[in-house]
């Protein structure tokens, strides 16, 4: 194996004696991506590489620190936001995060995907594996922050598929407080899309209570999609594909 290899060394001390760079710009460089062993990106400063490889750093290349990232997602039904537990089969929405599913939609500001773009990823205001539609990620604490401390202030707006005939009075029954389980909910807002779809605007109600709530309204919930969280909306990105939050955007 090339890592028992005794003429095998640390990408970092190969860059830094090629460059002429300290180790730790060049552990930054390799970290940020902009570092290719045999013309393929390598971003583990520890990697081993023998004298035979040919290591390049990247025209563009700098030093200014890799900011953390929040990304937006268009999950499909059937995805969970966690990573799969060993041995467990499924499908996770982690796995749509790289570069080969990021949407080609027309961004202001244009972020280069970086590998460190995609570690210690975190989900915000989970929906049920079986829906669909907008779901955050992020490694920004300020991002993780406000919507998990501020997440009852957030508008949700979802789309729900139903059947079946809905209770007398049902919708002011929900802009009064529905009694669902025993409790009475907050004041709900929702209008009839057409005739099987109903549009829901949630407050200090997570989307996981709404088969509960359609069941109380005599409806049985079909297929929900989540379309909009604050005023980041799902908008046109395609199913699968996800796109990065930009700078001047706010929840």
Same mark, same amino acid.
């Given at each position: $194996?090339?890592?028992?290899? *005794?003429?095998? %060394?640390?990408?970092?001390?190969?860059?830094?004696?090629? %460059?002429?760079?300290?180790?730790?710009?060049?552990?930054?460089?390799?970290?940020?991506?902009?570092?290719?062993?045999?013309?393929? %990106?390598?971003?583990?400063?520890?990697?081993?590489?023998?004298?035979?490889?040919?290591?390049?750093?990247?025209?563009? =290349?700098?030093?200014?620190?890799?900011? *953390?990232?929040?990304?937006?997602?268009?999950?499909? +039904?059937?995805?969970?936001?966690?990573?799969?537990?060993?041995?467990?089969?499924?499908?996770?929405?982690?796995? !749509?995060?790289?570069?080969?599913?990021?949407? &080609?939609?027309?961004? /202001?500001?244009?972020?280069? *995907?970086?590998?460190?773009?995609?570690?210690?990823?975190?989900? !915000?205001? /989970?929906?049920?594996?079986?829906?669909?539609?907008?779901?955050?990620?992020?490694?920004?604490?300020?991002?993780?922050?406000?919507?998990?401390?501020? =997440?009852?202030?957030?508008?949700?707006?979802?789309?729900?598929?139903?059947?079946?005939? $809905? #209770?007398?009075?049902?919708?002011?029954?929900?802009?009064?407080?529905?009694?669902?389980?025993?409790?009475?909910?907050?004041?709900?807002?929702?209008?009839?899309?057409?005739?099987?779809?109903?549009?829901? +605007?949630?407050?200090?109600? =997570? /989307?996981?209570? !709404? *088969?509960? #709530?359609?069941?109380?309204?005599?409806?049985?919930?079909?297929?929900?999609?989540?379309?909009?969280?604050?005023? %980041?909306?799902?908008?046109?990105? /395609?199913?699968?594909?996800?796109?990065?939050?930009?700078?001047? &955007?706010?929840?």
């Amino acid at each position: $194996m090339q890592a028992q290899d *005794p003429q095998a %060394i640390r990408l970092s001390k190969r860059l830094a004696s090629d %460059i002429g760079c300290s180790r730790a710009e060049a552990e930054h460089y390799i970290d940020a991506g902009f570092v290719t062993v045999d013309g393929q %990106i390598q971003d583990t400063p520890g990697a081993r590489v023998l004298p035979s490889q040919t290591v390049a750093l990247q025209t563009g =290349a700098d030093l200014r620190p890799i900011q *953390p990232v929040t990304l937006v997602l268009h999950k499909p +039904a059937g995805y969970s936001l966690r990573a799969l537990e060993p041995g467990r089969t499924g499908l996770s929405a982690l796995d !749509l995060l790289t570069p080969e599913h990021l949407a &080609e939609v027309d961004t /202001p500001q244009p972020v280069r *995907p970086l590998p460190r773009h995609f570690r210690h990823q975190q989900f !915000l205001l /989970p929906i049920p594996r079986a829906a669909s539609g907008l779901v955050v990620y992020s490694q920004d604490p300020r991002i993780i922050r406000h919507l998990t401390e501020e =997440a009852d202030l957030l508008e949700q707006e979802c789309l729900a598929e139903v059947q079946g005939e $809905m #209770i007398e009075d049902g919708l002011a029954l929900l802009a009064n407080g529905l009694y669902v389980d025993g409790d009475r909910l907050p004041p709900l807002k929702a209008s009839w899309q057409n005739e099987t779809h109903l549009r829901f +605007a949630l407050k200090r109600v =997570a /989307p996981e209570w !709404l *088969p509960a #709530i359609c069941a109380a309204l005599g409806l049985e919930l079909v297929s929900l999609k989540r379309l909009r969280i604050g005023r %980041i909306s799902l908008s046109k990105l /395609p199913q699968g594909q996800w796109r990065y939050l930009q700078g001047y &955007e706010r929840f």
